[in-house]
């Protein structure tokens, strides 16, 4: 299946709307996922494809896309909104951790769970049930940590 019969066939499994602007931001959450862009970087991106693209059409977008689970957004660094397609789409686990570098913001991602003896104690004693966590940890990337550390 190509990509736009993929986000054709997803919203409607959502039941949202179709149009040329959602399936195109979908896309480009899909080529750039990995960089967890903001809103602004996702509109540059759209700039350099050469496509016109309205800050208020990608907000209103981005915005049903996460309250249908199919985006997450997240603030990860200086107070700015982030931006990355969900564990649905992207077929990775609920345990998705971020290393955010202080200095360039640049956002890694692992994803490990996390069962330290401390939390397994801490969860067995409140009888949590736990379907996922999600950590993020901040500090400087190594090519920061050169003028940083």
Not at 1 to 24: C, K
Not at 120 to 126: E, T
Request: net charge neutral.
């Amino acid at each position: 299946m190509n990509a736009a019969a993929a986000w054709t066939s997803l919203l409607r499994e959502h039941d949202i709307r179709l149009t040329p602007q959602r399936r195109y931001i979908l896309d480009l959450l899909y080529r750039h996922n990995a960089l967890h862009p903001t809103a602004e970087q996702l509109l540059a991106f759209a700039f350099q494809d050469g496509k016109q693209l309205s800050p208020a059409t990608l907000y209103r977008t981005l915005a049903v896309l996460v309250d249908s689970d199919l985006v997450r957004k997240q603030v990860l660094h200086a107070g700015a909104a982030h931006y990355e397609l969900s564990s649905a789409i992207t077929g990775k686990g609920k345990s998705h951790h971020h290393l955010v570098c202080l200095n360039c913001g640049r956002i890694s991602e692992a994803s490990y769970h996390l069962p330290t003896p401390a939390l397994a104690a801490l969860i067995n004693q409140i009888g949590f049930q736990v379907i996922g966590q999600e950590l993020t940890i901040y500090g400087y990337c190594p090519e920061c940590q050169q003028h940083y550390v």
